[in-house]
Nanobody, 124 residues
Framework: EVQLVESGGGSVQPGGSLRLTCAAS????????MSWFRQRPGHGHEGVAGVEGDGNTLYLDSVSGRFTISRDNAKNTLYLQMNSLKPEDTAMYYC???????????????????WGQGTQVTVS
């Protein structure tokens, strides 16, 4: 079973930047979709960004142009570079792995096979 461990969260002022990292405990097939979700207080899981095996990336409209998702298949690691952070980006951020099919950012997190424990991002 794959374990996903996020790191890099923290507290920043509006306009600041953070880089989240998700390290997998074992080999991740390069064809798998890896994504970042977030959960803000009082809300369900929201898909933020995903990267497919062919390198295609998807973004939530509200983060497009500010966030960049990338992966290092050799290191089994996923990243999320977050720039120009806003207070509304405050949330717990989760890494997710989907083994079959294209990335799925909608659906409240359904369709993901593995989740990390989350890392808190606070913008204020």
């Amino acid at each position: 079973e794959v374990q996903l461990v996020e790191s890099g969260g923290g507290s920043v002022q509006p306009g600041g930047s953070l880089r989240l990292t998700c390290a997998a405990s074992s080999y991740i097939d390069s064809t798998y979709c890896m994504s970042w979700f977030r959960q803000r207080p009082g809300h369900g899981h929201e898909g933020v960004a995903g990267v497919e095996g062919d390198g295609n990336t998807l973004y939530l409209d509200s983060v497009s142009g500010r966030f960049t998702i990338s992966r290092d298949n050799a290191k089994n690691t996923l990243y999320l570079q977050m720039n120009s952070l806003k207070p509304e980006d405050t949330a717990m951020y989760y890494c997710a792995l989907r083994q079959w099919g294209a990335c799925q950012l909608d659906g409240g997190g359904r369709g993901q096979d593995y989740w990390g424990q989350g890392t808190q991002v606070t913008v204020s």
